[in-house]
């Protein structure tokens, strides 16, 4: 009688049930995004100083389709509150966080390191100098789109005069333009102190506001004009998902799988640098946003750009619409900066999630 022997089984388990699992983890999490999202948003525009009944603000956007299936507000004071006020300030916070994970997915991919986000380039640094210029001077010539126009073409400037100088034999290395952005922020933010000293007490004022990061002064027409920006961002994002999952491999084997990695870095950080400028040409300064969420999106998801960049689309958006929630109602009669609390709250998370990844490898490297 001869003994049966089973096959090995290996530590990783079956390939196809890992698959599953994977895709099973994925569905729950765009769930939860999903639902978060809604449920968040509802919220940031029911609660306030002048409450409004969740049934009546799903009844508002329910009568604004043509379908009259719950009650809007009866009070046309808080309707007006709705759309004219919360509605434009949530969906710009949807936009402005949605945004600000992709690009941190995006120059997380594009220079192969888990810390990266869009500051590294200078794009946030350069659009406070273009800001704190108008505010300073008082140039008005776009009327109130002036400081935002502004703060945009100085912050793609910046980003493209990162990637020019760090240029060297027709290649960007990654290391060098880092040291770069390093360098271009430290002028930028000499030139930001330089016109603080400059201006006067109602424009330091107005310059520290702008850098905390706010959505008060949020608008429909600055939905509209950011819309389209966002819009093409998640689309080529969502084309460069393949190539920047090549790229994950070294930019070596990704030359021999046909990915032209100078050119890929270059439409990544032009991406980049045109939606964040964009973005917080509106809403100010906010960081941590494009750091910790694709950074948290990755952890469960795993390195894949096809999930982590739309995930990290809604996951930014969920963060930032519950944190200006948050920074309407936290004091009565006070508006927190929004950027403030996003570096508050996500310093020491972001640090919890290094000490993890501390002690699963043994050491920081």
Same mark, same amino acid.
């Given at each position: 009688?001869?003994?049966?022997?089973?096959?090995?089984?290996?530590?990783?388990? &079956?390939?196809?049930?890992?698959?599953?699992?994977?895709?099973?983890?994925?569905?729950? #999490?765009?769930?939860?995004?999903?639902?978060?999202?809604?449920?968040?948003?509802?919220?940031?525009? !029911?609660?306030?100083?002048?409450?409004?009944?969740?049934?009546?603000?799903?009844?508002?956007?329910?009568?604004?389709?043509?379908?009259?299936?719950?009650?809007?507000?009866?009070?046309?004071?808080?309707?007006?509150?709705? @759309? &004219?006020?919360?509605?434009?300030?949530?969906?710009?916070?949807?936009?402005?966080?949605?945004?600000?994970?992709?690009?941190?997915?995006?120059?997380?991919?594009?220079?192969?390191?888990?810390?990266?986000?869009?500051?590294?380039?200078?794009? /946030?640094? %350069?659009?406070?100098?273009?800001?704190?210029?108008?505010?300073?001077?008082?140039?008005?010539?776009?009327?109130? *789109?002036?400081?935002?126009? #502004?703060?945009?073409?100085?912050?793609?400037?910046?980003?493209?005069?990162?990637?020019?100088? !760090?240029?060297?034999?027709?290649?960007?290395?990654?290391?060098?333009?880092?040291?770069?952005?390093?360098?271009?922020?430290?002028?930028?933010?000499?030139?930001?102190?330089?016109?603080?000293?400059?201006?006067?007490?109602?424009?330091?004022?107005?310059?520290?506001? @702008?850098?905390?990061? /706010?959505?008060?002064?949020?608008? @429909?027409?600055?939905?509209?004009?950011?819309?389209?920006?966002?819009?093409?961002?998640?689309?080529?994002?969502?084309?460069? !998902?393949?190539?920047?999952?090549?790229?994950?491999?070294?930019?070596?084997?990704?030359?021999?799988?046909?990915?032209?990695?100078?050119?890929?870095?270059?439409?990544?950080?032009?991406?980049?640098?045109?939606?964040?400028?964009?973005?917080?040409?509106?809403?100010?300064?906010? %960081? *941590?946003?494009?750091?910790?969420?694709?950074?948290?999106?990755?952890?469960?998801?795993?390195?894949?750009?096809?999930?982590?960049?739309?995930?990290?689309?809604?996951?930014?958006?969920?963060?930032?619409?519950?944190?200006?929630?948050?920074?309407?109602?936290?004091?009565?009669?006070? &508006?927190?900066?929004?950027?403030?609390?996003?570096?508050?709250?996500?310093?020491?998370?972001?640090?919890?999630?290094?000490?993890?990844?501390?002690?699963?490898?043994?050491?920081?490297?």
């Amino acid at each position: 009688m001869t003994a049966t022997t089973s096959p090995p089984v290996t530590s990783g388990g &079956d390939p196809v049930l890992r698959r599953r699992r994977g895709s099973a983890r994925v569905a729950v #999490l765009f769930t939860v995004l999903v639902a978060g999202l809604v449920v968040a948003s509802v919220a940031s525009a !029911a609660v306030g100083q002048f409450d409004i009944p969740v049934s009546q603000v799903v009844g508002s956007v329910l009568s604004r389709a043509g379908l009259d299936v719950l009650a809007a507000p009866g009070d046309p004071f808080a309707e007006a509150a709705l @759309w &004219d006020v919360r509605f434009p300030r949530v969906v710009l916070a949807l936009l402005v966080g949605g945004v600000l994970g992709i690009c941190g997915a995006l120059m997380q991919g594009c220079f192969g390191n888990p810390l990266a986000e869009p500051g590294v380039v200078g794009v /946030s640094s %350069g659009a406070a100098v273009g800001a704190c210029l108008s505010i300073v001077f008082g140039w008005t010539f776009l009327g109130s *789109f002036t400081t935002p126009a #502004l703060a945009f073409c100085t912050g793609l400037l910046t980003t493209l005069a990162v990637y020019v100088l !760090a240029r060297s034999k027709g290649r960007a290395g990654v290391v060098t333009m880092i040291l770069t952005g390093v360098a271009v922020n430290a002028v930028a933010g000499a030139a930001i102190s330089f016109l603080v000293f400059a201006g006067d007490q109602a424009a330091r004022e107005q310059i520290v506001f @702008w850098q905390l990061g /706010s959505l008060a002064a949020s608008r @429909w027409v600055h939905v509209a004009t950011i819309a389209p920006l966002v819009a093409v961002c998640v689309v080529v994002a969502l084309l460069l !998902a393949r190539r920047l999952d090549l790229l994950a491999l070294g930019d070596r084997q990704a030359r021999h799988l046909g990915v032209d990695v100078e050119v890929l870095r270059l439409v990544t950080i032009v991406v980049v640098a045109i939606a964040v400028s964009a973005a917080v040409s509106y809403s100010g300064i906010i %960081g *941590f946003v494009g750091l910790v969420v694709p950074h948290l999106i990755r952890m469960i998801t795993g390195p894949g750009h096809r999930v982590l960049i739309p995930a990290s689309l809604l996951g930014g958006a969920l963060l930032l619409v519950s944190a200006d929630l948050l920074a309407r109602n936290a004091f009565d009669y006070a &508006d927190l900066p929004i950027g403030m609390l996003t570096a508050l709250v996500g310093g020491p998370f972001f640090f919890w999630l290094l000490l993890r990844t501390r002690r699963r490898e043994g050491g920081w490297a």
